[in-house]
């Protein structure tokens, strides 16, 4: 059974293929059903850049969506959604207080949300606001590598044995580190978040996708790399995990999304002829992709 070696921070773990019968697959194929069958809501707070591509992602997926801005309309419109999506990649000055404010009562009131750290490292403003996240931390974390690894120094959680990770990483919106050496970060972060709020997830980006709830590492592989060749792919997958953190635990939701994506992105890239096509294509291909596709993807657990 044990067809895969893979590393987990410093040590070196085997890894299994789930199998066609895993119960996890039941749980994905479940909670992608759910939400087009009950459309549920999770709302947005999200960057200027990606906003729109977000919100048709959603939508696609068979969810709703609401974006906001204001900490009053956040926090009216978490009592009533699903889920929460704070994503930080363009900032203004007052969003400093308002976030940690706004997660510290997503905390209290014990609302699920999903962080989307979007270029953590860069700028003393984005920091404040992440390191505040670090108390009133979020159900489910989804970065690339570069962002995952800058997180988890952040809040004080890299082991920085050997000097690997320096204190201030800058990352910008694009990963410069491979999915595979955010692994320790990821599960260090899982288990911070579950030590908080129970169960947790943590999702890492990339051309073989990774997530974790601090015990195990699922690797999931696939997708295009058309998908780095238009903004908000990443984005958009956040937004589309609080979808599913709206019916599901933290794991199955962030998995399902991940899997979600890397089918929608295959069917996109052979439909597409560019970026422009393939962004279209994509957002068919999350509307049309069956729960059965989603749950029969491969994965391996280590
Ligand atoms: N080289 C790649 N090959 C295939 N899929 C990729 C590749 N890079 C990213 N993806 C996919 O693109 C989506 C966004 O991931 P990523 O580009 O890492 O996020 P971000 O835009 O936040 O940096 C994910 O679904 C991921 O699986
Ligand atoms: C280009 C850009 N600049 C600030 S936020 C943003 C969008 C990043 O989107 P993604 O991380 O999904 O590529
Ligand atoms: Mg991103």
Redesign the pocket.
């Known amino acids: 059974m044990s067809d895969d070696s893979t590393r987990c921070g410093n040590a070196a773990y085997s890894a299994i293929q789930i199998s066609p019968d895993d119960p996890l697959r039941a749980r994905i194929a479940e909670a992608v059903q759910s939400v087009r069958t009950t459309t549920p809501l999770a709302q947005s707070f999200t960057n200027f850049v990606t906003i729109n591509l977000v919100a048709n992602a959603q939508l696609a997926s068979g969810g709703t969506a609401a974006m906001s801005f204001l900490p009053d309309d956040i926090v009216d419109t978490a009592q009533i959604a699903g889920a929460t999506y704070i994503n930080v990649g363009t900032l203004l000055p007052f969003y400093k207080d308002a976030l940690a404010d706004i997660a510290e009562r997503l905390g209290r009131l014990g609302k699920p949300w999903v962080l989307d750290p979007?270029a953590a490292g860069i700028g003393t403003t984005r920091t404040a606001i992440l390191q505040s996240f670090r108390d009133h931390p979020p159900t489910v974390v989804r970065?690339?590598a570069s962002e995952i690894i800058a997180l988890a120094d952040m809040w004080g959680l890299n082991d920085n044995v050997g000097g690997a990770y320096p204190s201030s990483r800058p990352a910008g919106?694009?990963?410069v580190d491979d999915v595979d050496s955010a692994t320790g970060a990821a599960m260090r972060l899982a288990r911070h978040l579950s030590s908080h709020a129970g169960k947790a997830a943590v999702a890492v980006?990339?051309?073989v996708?990774l997530v974790t709830d601090g015990e195990h590492v699922y690797r999931l592989p696939g997708?295009?790399?058309m998908?780095?060749k238009i903004t908000g792919?990443?984005?958009s997958?956040g937004g589309v995990t609080a979808t599913y953190l709206a019916v599901a635990d933290p794991l199955t939701a962030a998995i399902a999304a991940?899997l979600l994506?890397?089918r929608a992105?295959e069917s996109a890239e052979a439909a597409s002829r560019g970026p422009g096509s393939f962004q279209v294509e994509f957002l068919d291909a999350l509307w049309n992709t069956t729960a059965e596709q989603i749950a029969a993807s491969p994965m391996s657990m280590a």
């Open positions: 979007v970065g690339n919106v694009e990963s980006s990339g051309e996708d997708s295009s790399a998908m780095t792919a990443g984005c997958l991940s994506y890397n992105g």
